[in-house]
């Protein structure tokens, strides 16, 4: 009996998600397309982002944001009704988007480089130098050098009795939908649930959040997760916070959730449920231990040059044991991976650097140190919070429920991070990114001539109020 | 002083004349008995390892700054 010699690669990448692309895009550049690259996984080409993340929630959310504006009165005279929505047009129109966005970017990209072969099936290491390919067809065994884990990341769902069987979705398969839940129970409270949250009601369910705790996020500032529950509440989403849900039951006409409320049980009943706890590294199945990598079912430990324990074997994306999961910072982490690999000068991740965003409206943005961040690290801060009343631009929006916050250094005035909830906070936060990159202090902010009216003024604004008595200010004043 | 036995994988070259660069590259780094096979882009040559350190050879001149050849130590005996 013969055994076929397994084929040989320079780089063997796990995922074929953002961090995966950009980790075998980058290691082609750098070696000339000579490095031989295999990429392994299940599901449609390009990971969470562009099929079941970023790119249909922000289409949902901007499509939702589209009917709202149709048929709000923002300003007195312009006359605007009620729209109509045809439910399954807009998804089928999203799932379109999503195709193409992932034929374009991914598929026809990956046909430019021969270097790069694509596997489909369930990689899992069996010695150090090898993995083991399994998918309908059978199993096969390649062998690589260096490895980069980028397998990203799944949905949490927790153990509640009945869930299963009553059925349920999660932010892999809502976009599959085609008829608009009336009664929407999200449990989990996450960055998705926000944003799946206002944009289903604003396009006509009825949406509870449940929550056992009530806050929105370990790093976002107290003051910025009330308001934008505040303005989701305005809009009709309900949230139940300090409950935790017990069980599920599928009935005729629905399925019932039995939560508990302190010493009290509650049975509501909803049309469809959301699970929204955050996602979980995939560790499970890759056998990791045969391979020297520590991991924990918080990810997988790199250094911040994206190794892993074992020197040869690097990591990128939502796989690793970070703070955030984001596709910018996957696709970053996978570029400095291969980086490290490849090129004598060696680059770290530096998350502190890394902005991020809740496509909520108005957007929450950040990057930096939050002062709650600060005050957890025990690193000494001064902060000052605008409210987006107090910038002209956000006057004329008629917007509410928006702030800006400045965290600085007491010492030299360095910005340390920024957070904006305001429109276009999620545009607007590269200012932040840059002030922070390039060392800078408020006076430096100060010191710039923001155009009015934006809303980008708020963050020059801020940095003033540092200084000034804001109310004792004229409009554009330097 | 010991010798020691290096296997490095090289990217980038495309020709003779890419051979002969990356070899004088290695050799002015301290290398001798240099064997480089272009289509496997794998390279063996023997250091002396009191005057050049195998983790250091990733980032001589010849595979660093502008330069687009990149090299990667595989085995060290």
Redesign the interface.
Known sequence: MSIDKPEEF?LIILGRGAAAFSAAIKASE???G??TIAMTGTGPLGGTCVNVGCVPSKYLVEAAKSKIEGERQTYPGIIRGKGSLKFDELMGSLRSAVESERTEKYENVIRNYPNIKVFDGRASFTDPFTVEIINGNGRESIRG?NFLLATGSSPVVPDIPGLADAGFLTSNNIWEINRIPGRLAIIGGGFIALELGQSLQRLGSHVTIIKEHSSISKVMDPEFQMAMINTLQEEGVEFLTGVSVLSVKRTATGKVLTFASGDRKIEREFDEILISRGRKPNVAGLNLEKAGVEFSERGVRTDPYMRTSNERIYAAGDVVDQRYQLETLAAREGSIAVSN?????KMKIELNLIPWAIFTEPQYASVGLTEKMANDMGINCTCRTLKIEDVPKGRILHSHNGLFRIIADPENGKVLGIEILAPYAAEMIMEGVHLIRNGSNLQDLVQTTHVFPTVAEGIKLTAQSFFRDMSKMSCCME | MAERKVRM?I????CDDCVRTVSEGLRSSGASDISIDLKS?MASFIIDDSRTDPDKL??IPV??GES?Y?G?V?NVD
Do not use: C, N, V, W
């Open positions: 320079d750098l070696t000339s000579q490095a050098f690999i490849y090129s004598p000068e | 994988k990217f980038g070259m495309t882009g990733q980032s595979f660093s687009h990149k990667q595989r």
